[in-house]
């Protein structure tokens, strides 16, 4: 009998031609799903007949509650080498095998450049003007990059990659993460911002690129976006929990922020009548970050060798081992 394997999440329904699945398709019957399911009632009955699960990042929970009414799952694929929304000792417990992929970093970065651009210059507006054909021919006044101050909170990999946007633009950059030193920031050839608070005062754009925990979760609240200078812009490419959506709503409302470029939020994917949908100084994508045809290619290739290798009983990239 063959062995069932559930794709989640294949919005675009690409799943199968980012990847050469012939090599496990003997042994293996593939179902994808283009649909997010949230409630936990569906998500059971729809994966409880499958014993290989493969998870678009963290967009599904696998708690522990979950993962026990799974019975039959054995192998539980994410893409990317981490995933908070997975309780990866629970799985350990239950026999679960938890294995990632590779990926690649700058997807990520670039789209956090395009929502920069995209907020500065107006696109989403202009082009919507442009396109209905009506006067004025145009609506706004930019802002040039050159000499703005972008203050980029958390100096990991996709940190320092929007850095880098950022002094090839001719801006002031400054960093700021709780293991940054002066030394560091120096290496990057970007100014050093002591505290979180330093760095939201100082700049005219700020990007976050924090890992979501338990210190991180509502970094930014009401008090730190008060901090931010009247018509700064707020970038957040990361996680949706790490600013307190109703402050950042109200901010947004009252014009004291110019604008927030979102690419993540609390909830995913976002309710229709969120505020975030009508607010004209909002410009959002649906967390398309990662979603590109090379990291796709990683994505799917390398779920294509972890399920062939835990059949062959050489389970490769095993994030759950030392549970």
Known sequence: MLLRCAILDDYQRVALSMANWSSIQAKVEIDCFNDGVT???AL?????DYEIIVA????????AE???RLPKLKLLITTGMANASIDMAAAARLGITVAGTGGFVGSAAELTWALLMAMVRHIPSEVANFRAAKDPWQLSVGRDLRGLTLGVAGLGKLGRQVAAYG??????????SRSNTPEKSAELGIGYAATRDELLRAADIASLHLTLNAETTGIIGKRE?????????LINTSRGPLIDEQSLIAALESGHLGGAGLDVFDAEPLPANHAFRRLANVVATPHLGYVTEETYRIFYGDAVEDIAGWIDGKPLRVLNAEH
């Open 44 to 48: 059971i009955a729809r994966l409880s």
């Open 39 to 41: 409630d936990t009632d």
């Open 167 to 176: 002094r090839a633009f001719g801006m002031n950059v400054i960093g700021w």
């Open 66 to 68: 979950r993962l026990g």
């Open 225 to 233: 976006l008060s901090l931010m200078k009247p018509g700064a812009i």
């Open 56 to 63: 678009m990042r963290e967009r599904t929970v696998f708690d």
